[in-house]
């Protein structure tokens, strides 16, 4: 366990990489799992929007992995919505990890595959209570504001929506 520690503590962030996830390992579904597992469980079902690993890879999501040497310390997502507007989903930093700027870095990578893409715009979901008070604060260092709902969501006292144009 100490080994595990120091590997997630130890190392900055710029020894990382970010690979994309063309199919699905053992450990991306085991981080999407924790992070499935940690919406459903703050959030009613009806105001809980998190996407399995099958329904991200059928919806033509982007999918990727921040890695250090073979752990996988957090995940992300790029879901098309049209040719101009992407959301992204699934934002998830394995909680031994945080802190090191694992979450900024994917978000980063996420703008620049949305740019790559041709994309104008990023939106996405986030839950409106206190414990997702750090991930909001994540994406408005990122440059992202509060909009109206998009892409069917609907208006709901447990989510706030955000975007950016790129």
């Not at 990890?97 to 996420?110: D, K, P």
């Amino acid at each position: 366990m100490k080994v595990m520690e120091a590997r997630l503590t130890g190392a900055p962030i710029s020894s990382c990489r970010i690979d994309p996830v063309v199919a699905l390992t053992w450990d991306v579904a085991e981080l999407l799992n924790r992070h499935l597992d940690m919406m459903r469980g703050q959030t009613p079902s009806e105001s809980c929007h998190v996407m399995s690993a099958d329904d991200l890879f059928a919806a033509g999501a982007r999918i990727f992995a921040l890695r250090d040497d073979d752990m996988t310390l957090g995940i992300a997502a790029l879901k098309p919505l049209d040719d101009s507007h992407g959301e992204l989903k699934s934002m998830h930093t394995r909680s031994e990890a945080r802190g090191r700027g694992v979450g900024g870095a994917l978000v980063q990578r996420i703008l620049t595959e949305a740019r790559d893409l041709g994309l104008a715009r990023v939106s996405l979901e986030t839950g409106s209570e206190a414990p997702f008070a750090p991930a909001r604060r994540l994406y408005e260092r990122h440059g992202f504001s509060y909009c109206p709902p998009f892409a069917g969501y609907a208006d709901d006292p447990l989510s706030v929506f955000m975007t950016r144009t790129l």
